[in-house]
T-cell receptor, first 116, second 115 residues
Framework: SQTIHQWPATLVQPVGSPLSLECTVEGTSNPNLYWYRQAAGRGLQLLFY??????ISSEVPQNLSASRPQDRQFILSSKKLLLSDSGFYLCAWSPRTGVIYNSPLHFGNGTRLTVT | AQKITQTQPGMFVQEKEAVTLDCTYDTSDPSYGLFWYKQPSSGEMIFLIY??????QNATEGRYSLNFQKARKSANLVISASQLGDSAMYFCAMREGQGAQKLVFGQGTRLTINP
């Protein structure tokens, strides 16, 4: 069966420090990969998605970047964190084959980031 | 324009009662999928149920069912015989189009089940 791992679970970082969040998927090949952010009490905002190694689509201009160095690895980064980067970050995957719009996204457990 | 609209920020229901969570959507694409997720206080996103735009029957999964009214562009989630463990945030979401890479979420409804 497929599993998705996301770490760390919580992170407290000072303003101006770098960020690296990692997500890996097991049990599947060529997945679509996603990074979402959720502000407190709000819905999920899509930040980035990737349909293959090195292929990144950005949804929202921001202080963050994403990379996909391997097929099942997705990394969210920042060179200098802002206070507004605080939030709950969720990684997700979905199959790339078959009828795409029929497939749910499967989420990791999330990383709660607090920028101080 | 909002693709997914959930008009109920919060709902309070007595245990064992049925509850309906509203969701309306906006798309001009004939091919789309509608999804409901549950987010407990721990933060994980749990996939509950799916409805495809070409499905003739309403989707059901255990105590969850989807009241799909295509002409009205609504896909309401019905939870029968609610339990205390159903207390959580609930999100409606949509993927549209044959190459639908993105899943777009509504703002969510916070459901509280009272004993």
């Amino acid at each position: 069966s497929q599993t998705i791992h996301q770490w760390p679970a919580t992170l407290v970082q000072p303003v101006g420090s770098p960020l690296s969040l990692e997500c890996t998927v097991e049990g599947t090949s060529n997945p679509n990969l996603y990074w979402y952010r959720q502000a407190a009490g709000r819905g999920l905002q899509l930040l980035f998605y990737s349909v293959g190694i090195g292929q990144i689509s950005s949804e929202v201009p921001q202080n963050l970047s994403a990379s996909r160095p391997q097929d099942r690895q997705f990394i969210l980064s920042s060179k200098k964190l802002l206070l507004s980067d605080s939030g709950f970050y969720l990684c997700a995957w979905s199959p790339r084959t078959g009828v795409i719009y029929n497939s749910p996204l499967h989420f990791g457990n999330g990383t709660r980031l607090t920028v101080t | 324009a909002q693709k997914i609209t959930q008009t109920q920020p919060g709902m309070f229901v007595q245990e064992k009662e049925a509850v309906t969570l509203d969701c309306t959507y906006d798309t001009s694409d004939p091919s789309y999928g509608l999804f409901w997720y549950k987010q407990p206080s721990s933060g994980e996103m749990i996939f509950l149920i799916y409805q495809g735009s070409y499905d003739q029957q309403n989707a059901t999964e255990g105590r969850y069912s989807l009241n799909f009214q295509k002409a009205r562009k609504s896909a309401n989630l019905v939870i029968s015989a609610s339990q205390l463990g159903d207390s959580a945030m609930y999100f409606c979401a949509m993927r549209e189009g044959q190459g639908a890479q993105k899943l777009v979420f509504g703002q969510g409804t916070r459901l509280t089940i009272n004993p």
